[in-house]
């Protein structure tokens, strides 16, 4: 069966200090992977999406990147944290299109203090 | 880009009560989803519908798709206090760069209070 790993579960971080968030999926082969961040236990907004090694779509501007040096693992990253970078971070990962649905990590909640 | 607009954002209500959630948008999708998620954990997938009319229906859960795939419907009959949660919509982009891709509604948080 497939599941999905995401960690940490929580983070506090300073102002300014790298982050790194890593998912890994296993039991499946070429996943679509996602990152989102849910503001306030709202809707979702999707920061990144994969479709294969090395190929990173971003969805909207900010201070955050991600990568994906292999086919199962998707990091999500930043070199200076911003104050509004505070959120739930959330992984998800699904067969080609959305169809079937996505599985989601158990999120990281971050906080930049 | 696509928009979903969930409503009410807020419900709550009585156990044994009825209670429809909605999702509206002016674009069309391929499938329409629905997720539920608790306090500090993932959304989890309910249902996807993908034709237009389709209507299923997962115990006291009914989901509807609307014949123009741009509207969904969450109904629940005699809400328990196991109800209670966020219910997220989520709509597939049906083609070019939305396809594949997840738009999701802004969540319905429902109580339900024995």
């Known amino acids: 069966s497939q599941t999905i790993h995401q960690w940490p579960a929580t983070l506090v971080q300073p102002v300014g200090s790298p982050l790194s968030l890593e998912c890994t999926v296993e039991g499946t082969s070429n996943p679509n992977l996602y990152w989102y961040r849910q503001a306030a236990g709202r809707g979702l907004q999707l920061l990144f999406y994969s479709v294969g090694i090395g190929q990173i779509s971003s969805e909207v501007p900010q201070n955050l990147s991600a990568s994906r040096p292999q086919d199962r693992q998707f990091i999500l990253s930043s070199k200076k944290l911003l104050l509004s970078d505070s959120g739930f971070y959330l992984c998800a990962w699904s067969v080609q299109g959305a169809s079937f649905g996505y599985t989601f990590g158990s999120g990281t909640r971050l906080t930049v203090v | 880009t696509q928009l979903l607009e969930q409503s009410p954002q807020f419900l709550s209500i009585q156990e044994g009560e009825n209670l429809t959630v909605y999702c509206n948008s002016s674009s069309v999708f391929s499938s329409l989803q629905w997720y539920r998620q608790e306090p500090g954990e993932g959304p989890v997938l309910l249902v996807t519908v993908v034709t237009g009319g389709e209507v299923k229906k997962l115990k006291r859960l009914t989901f509807q798709f609307g014949d123009a795939r741009k509207d969904s419907s969450l109904h629940i009959t005699a809400a328990q206090t196991g109800d209670t949660g966020l219910y997220l919509c989520?709509?597939?982009?049906?083609?070019?760069?939305?396809?594949?891709?997840?738009?999701f509604g802004q969540g319905t948080i429902l109580t339900v209070h024995p």
């Open positions: 989520a709509g597939e982009g049906a083609g070019g760069t939305s396809y594949g891709k997840l738009t």
